[in-house]
């Protein structure tokens, strides 16, 4: 056992598998007490199980630590207070929230229907924010704690996961919020985008060039998590095996100024491409030079 995290207290949604277990053994490895939640559920959020995070608690005990589990539904308000109400009255306080709870279900954007649009808001997004919300109220009465969402480098977009890619960029944006609002406080907000080996990541369907296993991201959950990033909010970090990067603060790039006439379209459509322009999105060309490379390989 490591002291890392000695003497805190942090709860972990989505602990039952992959990284959110990964994630809630390693803060148990280094001194935490930790409340391990998990729904149970299938990849696409179906046929739930309270077994996978008990599971998680008997191998915190087993190796000496101390941990108990909630099984709620993060998605509804009553299941992230659950999660937190669960840590204060267990073990008096909550250091650290972290929200890997996650579903999948892909659909190209045209055929995706509201069911498959509306859980996986619910679980990532709003799942976020019932544990955030909660969290926060009770963190700022104690003048600390950390915030960590989880995000994917899928906030840029995505070809058939629309739902998932719009749900990751609100998180970001919701860390941002987390950590202007409640900096005064003496609370941070961070996010992890991690590349990971998982049942979720299993089926992506183009080649990971950086990927890593469940337990590399651990380890910045638990750096976040601890004093030693106490002055760190507000960050985005991508974890992909040996590689941690930051992610950019959203800020305008160029900008152009109309005269006292102001602007029309015609005067935009002479302007903006000498001046603004555009900003390339580096997937669409990674799309289109596999598109490329499969239509030549089509032709050989």
Not at 110 to 132: C, I, Q, R, Y
Not at 155 to 182: E, M, T
Request: proline share 4%; net charge negative.
């Amino acid at each position: 056992m490591g002291n890392f995290l000695s003497g805190k207290v942090v709860a972990v949604t989505g602990a039952g598998r992959g990284i959110g277990r990964a994630v809630a053994l390693a803060c148990a490895a280094e001194g935490a007490r930790v409340v391990v939640n998990d729904y149970g559920v299938a990849v696409d959020g179906r046929e739930p199980t309270g077994e996978v995070a008990a599971a998680v608690v008997k191998e915190i005990e087993a190796a000496g630590g101390e941990a108990t589990a909630v099984t709620d539904d993060v998605s509804a308000m009553a299941g992230g207070e659950r999660i937190v109400s669960t840590a204060v009255e267990t073990y008096g306080r909550v250091d650290g929230v972290v929200c890997v709870a996650g579903i999948l279900r892909e659909r190209m954007l045209f055929n995706m229907s509201e069911d498959e649009w509306d859980p996986v808001l619910a679980t990532h997004l709003k799942g976020t924010f019932t544990v955030f919300r909660a969290a926060s109220a009770v963190m700022r009465r104690q003048g600390s704690g950390t915030l960590v969402g989880f995000t994917s480098g899928n906030h840029q977009g995505s070809v058939s996961q629309a739902n998932y890619s719009a749900a990751k960029g609100g998180i970001i944006s919701l860390v941002r919020s987390a950590a202007l609002g409640l900096h005064r406080y003496g609370v941070t907000a961070n996010c992890v985008a991690p590349v990971a080996r998982t049942r979720m990541s299993a089926n992506v369907p183009m080649e990971l060039a950086e990927i890593g296993e469940p337990e590399d991201v651990a380890a910045m959950v638990v750096f976040l998590l601890s004093d030693h990033a106490r002055e760190i909010t507000g960050q985005v970090y991508t974890v992909a095996g040996p590689k941690i990067a930051v992610w950019a603060q959203p800020r305008e790039l160029r900008a152009a100024y109309a005269d006292g006439e102001g602007w029309t379209p015609q005067r935009i459509a002479a302007a903006l491409p000498g001046t603004v322009g555009t900003d390339p999105m580096p997937m669409l060309a990674q799309l289109e030079a596999m598109r490329a490379a499969a239509a030549a390989s089509r032709g050989q």
